[in-house]
T-cell receptor, first 115, second 115 residues
């Protein structure tokens, strides 16, 4: 039981390049999330998927797209990377969909640098 | 709107001292959940505790204890007899039952325990 896994762990991009961050969970959770963590700002929600087939914007969705490929996988795509997207990206999952009592479990994070 | 404030940016203590991390939250919802997460130097986010708005009973788990007070909108976390391994960034987070389902994080408190 690996929990939530993310690939890659580190990535350096040039401005304008695109890339996809991958996330998978093996806990049979319904909901999945993408956050970014910037220094001094805690974590901010980019997108979330309450259940397979649905996605919704979070606090900071601009410049990102997501795909809930199946129940296990939730990917985050940067179409044209910008230096402002330099951050640590965390994927998370929780058991139920749309309920506040769920505990979110996090992956190890992806450290992305955009030059 | 939801907001979580962790006024202590950094705390430094000597091993075996007790330390309390403060968390103050704002929400208009009557049903909400509060969380504490730990982020050690390795970078992953580790879930510590979840509390719902209807349960103000304080909890002790080993060296950890939590003090939830609705009257002051606070959810403080105390480590008794701190150890070097407790050194980490600690995040308080809030999740409400509102339509915009998301976990709102505070900016975190960096705890350093010196030997």
């Amino acid at each position: 039981n690996a929990g939530v896994t993310q690939t890659p762990k580190f990535q350096v991009l040039k401005t304008g390049q695109s890339m996809t961050l991958q996330c998978a969970q093996d806990m049979n959770h319904n909901s999945m999330y993408w956050y970014r963590q910037d220094p001094g700002m805690g974590l901010r929600l980019i997108y979330y998927s309450a259940s397979e087939g649905t996605t919704d914007k979070g606090e900071v969705p601009n410049g990102y797209n997501v795909s809930r490929l199946n129940k296990r996988e939730f990917s985050l795509r940067l179409e044209s990377a910008a230096p402002s997207q330099t951050s640590v990206y965390f994927c998370a999952s929780s058991e139920e969909g749309g309920f506040a009592q769920d505990t979110q479990y996090f992956g190890p994070g992806t450290r992305l640098t955009v030059l | 709107a939801q907001k979580v404030t962790q006024a202590q940016t950094e705390i430094s203590v000597v091993e075996k001292e007790d330390v309390t991390l403060d968390c103050v939250y704002e929400t208009r919802d009557t049903t909400y959940y509060l969380f504490w997460y730990k982020q050690p130097p390795s970078g992953e986010l580790v879930f510590l505790i979840r509390r719902n708005s209807f349960d103000e009973q304080n909890e002790i788990s080993g060296r950890y204890s939590w003090n939830f007070q609705k009257s002051t909108s606070s959810f403080n976390f105390t480590i008794t007899a701190s150890q070097v391994v407790d050194s980490a960034v600690y995040f308080c987070a809030l999740d409400s039952s509102g339509s915009a389902r998301q976990l709102t994080f505070g900016s975190g408190t960096q705890l350093t325990v010196l030997p």
